[in-house]
């Protein structure tokens, strides 16, 4: 059996397709799938069904995959300690939520890489739900997500809560709209990410709860551009606190204040079934991550010394 045959198997199930798999290698995609041939006639069975889109796992190929996970790792460290390194090797797979990526992707990584020059850090965006499943299937070693506040992490997985996501429901800074609880939503159309996003979730099931419907007007990805379309009036939005004091369109939203709408997410780090080598730079980037959330928050209690614009939408205290 060669190592390398076992690696490529492993990399184009979590790619996708051989093309990314033969990208993630260095390699030609003729030689990814030689190599995959071949280790399908060392183990004598098909492990991959080649006519789905993306490529998907047989059942013997189901049954092999965790295993083969964990030779690759096993090679990786068994490479790092025979070349005198204690470092792994191996690449980290770390999946960051899409609304954390400012967090995430800027100064922890790069103070990360710093301090284990070792590691190489391989990222992906996607969906908190999504990358959960990812770190339970193995495909991922780590995710940085969102869940509802008071939701534990799923069953085999370990984790740090790093700290709080505060939101904000912002509306056009000269709109007429006049929301000061809940049940006056009835008639408000969203601006907001697409399905998936942990805090639209969290907000349908709060408007679900007072039997109100949901009206998404726009959906896009980018928050700044969620943003501009609210400064224009084509709907609420909502965002994190931190991602909005930054925002270039600030001085044109206002925040609302809605009573009995509270939906407080917590951001976590959800860690896998890791080797013991990959448990230092994971818990050093934990650390790192709640460090930086303490930074903004510090930053943001600075700035509440200088007052924002009081929104006329919301109730007086």
Same mark, same amino acid.
Request: aromatic letters at 2%; charged letters at 25%.
């Given at each position: 059996?060669?190592?390398?045959?076992?690696?490529?198997?492993? $990399?184009?199930?979590?790619?996708?397709?051989?093309?990314?798999?033969?990208?993630?290698?260095? *390699?030609?995609?003729?030689?990814?799938?030689?190599?995959?041939?071949?280790?399908?006639?060392?183990?004598?069975?098909?492990?991959?069904?080649?006519?789905?889109?993306?490529?998907?796992?047989?059942?013997?190929? =189901?049954?092999?995959?965790?295993?083969?996970?964990?030779?690759?790792?096993?090679?990786?460290?068994? =490479?790092?300690?025979?070349?005198?390194?204690?470092?792994?090797? =191996?690449?980290?797979?770390?999946?960051?939520?899409?609304?954390?990526?400012?967090?995430?992707?800027?100064?922890?990584?790069?103070?990360?890489?710093?301090?284990?020059?070792?590691?190489?850090?391989?990222?992906?965006?996607?969906?908190?739900?999504?990358?959960?499943? =990812?770190?339970?299937?193995?495909?991922?070693?780590?995710?940085?997500?969102? +869940?509802?506040?008071?939701?534990?992490?799923?069953?085999?997985?370990?984790?740090?809560?790093?700290?709080?996501?505060?939101?904000?429901?912002?509306?056009?800074?000269? $709109?007429?709209?006049?929301?000061?609880?809940?049940?006056?939503?009835?008639? %408000?159309?969203?601006?907001?990410?697409?399905?998936?996003?942990?805090?639209?979730?969290?907000?349908?099931?709060?408007?679900?709860?007072?039997?109100?419907?949901?009206?998404?007007?726009?959906?896009?990805?980018?928050?700044? +551009?969620?943003?501009? &379309?609210?400064?224009?009036?084509?709907?609420?939005?909502? *965002?994190? @606190?931190? &991602?909005?004091?930054?925002?270039? $369109?600030?001085?044109?939203?206002? $925040?609302?204040?809605?009573?009995?709408?509270?939906?407080?997410?917590?951001?976590?780090? %959800?860690?896998?079934?890791?080797?013991?080598?990959?448990?230092?730079?994971?818990?050093?980037?934990?650390?790192?991550?709640?460090?930086?959330?303490?930074?903004? @928050?510090?930053?943001?209690?600075?700035?509440?010394?200088?007052?924002?614009?009081?929104?006329?939408?919301?109730?007086?205290?």
């Amino acid at each position: 059996m060669d190592i390398n045959d076992v690696r490529t198997f492993v $990399t184009v199930i979590e790619a996708g397709s051989v093309s990314r798999a033969a990208s993630e290698l260095h *390699v030609t995609q003729p030689a990814v799938t030689r190599r995959l041939q071949r280790f399908e006639q060392t183990m004598g069975a098909a492990l991959v069904d080649r006519s789905r889109r993306p490529l998907a796992l047989t059942d013997a190929g =189901r049954a092999a995959v965790e295993q083969c996970r964990r030779l690759v790792s096993a090679a990786d460290e068994l =490479r790092a300690l025979t070349q005198g390194d204690a470092l792994p090797s =191996r690449e980290i797979r770390v999946g960051v939520a899409h609304a954390l990526t400012e967090l995430a992707l800027s100064e922890p990584v790069e103070q990360l890489r710093r301090q284990f020059a070792g590691v190489v850090l391989r990222l992906q965006t996607g969906w908190s739900r999504d990358l959960l499943e =990812r770190v339970r299937g193995g495909a991922l070693d780590a995710a940085v997500i969102l +869940l509802p506040e008071g939701e534990a992490l799923p069953g085999g997985l370990s984790g740090t809560a790093l700290g709080a996501e505060r939101l904000q429901v912002v509306a056009a800074r000269d $709109t007429a709209l006049r929301v000061r609880e809940i049940r006056d939503l009835g008639d %408000a159309s969203w601006v907001l990410n697409p399905e998936g996003c942990a805090a639209r979730a969290s907000l349908q099931r709060e408007l679900s709860r007072v039997r109100l419907p949901m009206r998404v007007g726009v959906e896009t990805y980018n928050y700044e +551009l969620q943003l501009a &379309l609210v400064a224009r009036a084509r709907g609420l939005g909502l *965002v994190p @606190s931190r &991602l909005l004091e930054r925002s270039p $369109t600030r001085a044109r939203l206002r $925040t609302l204040e809605i009573r009995g709408l509270k939906f407080p997410l917590t951001i976590w780090m %959800a860690v896998g079934d890791v080797s013991p080598a990959l448990a230092a730079p994971l818990a050093a980037l934990g650390g790192k991550l709640t460090a930086r959330l303490a930074q903004q @928050s510090r930053t943001r209690g600075k700035a509440g010394g200088r007052k924002a614009p009081r929104s006329v939408l919301s109730p007086r205290s």
